[in-house]
């Protein structure tokens, strides 16, 4: 069965980089779907960050844009997100997902990863 | 600048049947994602593009939409169906918008 699982470090001083990694199982990140990231800050809702296809092609959240890096990693069968020069504002739970339809983005996420808490601080 | 509103909670009676609504300009144009979460949780895609529901949905979830509206209804309320309830939207290139979410409480 398809399983993604985030990780990576759950803590991260303000002004460096917070590097995710979305492991995917059981289905290759090369079939043609879409892959992507939201994060929910604690006890608040749903923002998504970003979404990218196996050719690099991304979509991203304009309020983070130049922030964020979207990359794949086929041959791994993962994907990552990096975000630059956090502040206590990006301190959420991050999860990866994959869009349900193959060869269409469609932003939505069928599949998703249990979520990985990230806390920026000193 | 563009955004998705929801009300931030609505209770229902067991059994009895709840409309969860979503609104915004872009849902004039492109249809509401809708996501089921439970404290703790990711969330569980519940409805996305036009009217696709994943396997495993109950089919008391239905969704539907009308202008700049777009509605989830649940028919027969369960009390296993006490969740915040997201939707999203995408605007015209491709900026997700996700809404602040609606506590369902059944009573």
């Known amino acids: 069965q398809v399983q993604l699982q985030e990780s990576g470090p759950g803590l991260v001083k303000p002004s460096e980089t917070l590097s995710l990694t979305c492991n995917v199982s059981?289905?290759?990140?090369?079939?043609?779907?879409?892959w992507g990231w939201i994060r929910q800050p604690p006890g608040k809702g749903l923002e998504w960050i970003g979404s990218?296809?196996?050719?690099?092609?991304?979509y991203k959240n304009p309020s983070l844009k130049s922030a964020v890096t979207l990359s794949v990693d086929t041959s791994k069968n993962v994907f990552t997100l990096t975000l630059k020069s956090v502040t206590a504002a990006d301190t959420a739970v991050y999860y990866c997902?994959?869009?349900?339809?193959?060869?269409?983005?469609?932003?939505?996420?069928?599949?998703w990863g249990q979520g990985r808490l990230v806390t920026v601080s000193s | 600048s563009s955004e998705v509103t929801q009300d931030p909670a609505v209770s229902v009676a067991l059994g009895q049947t709840v409309r969860i609504t979503c609104q915004g300009d872009t849902l004039r144009d492109y249809y509401a994602t809708w996501y089921q979460q439970k404290p703790g949780r990711a969330p569980v895609l519940l409805f996305y593009g036009k009217n696709n529901r994943p396997s495993g949905v109950p089919d008391r979830f239905s969704a539907s939409s009308s202008g700049t509206t777009s509605y989830l209804t649940i028919a027969g309320a369960q009390a296993e169906d006490e969740a915040v309830y997201y939707c999203?939207?995408?605007?015209?290139?491709?900026?997700?918008?996700f809404g602040g979410g609606t506590q369902l409480t059944v009573l």
């Open positions: 059981g289905f290759s990140i090369s079939s043609g779907h879409y």
């Open positions: 990218l296809y196996k050719n690099g092609h991304t």
């Open positions: 997902g994959r869009d349900p339809q193959p060869y269409v983005v469609t932003h939505a996420f069928d599949i």
């Open positions: 999203n939207s995408r605007d015209s290139i491709n900026y997700v918008l």
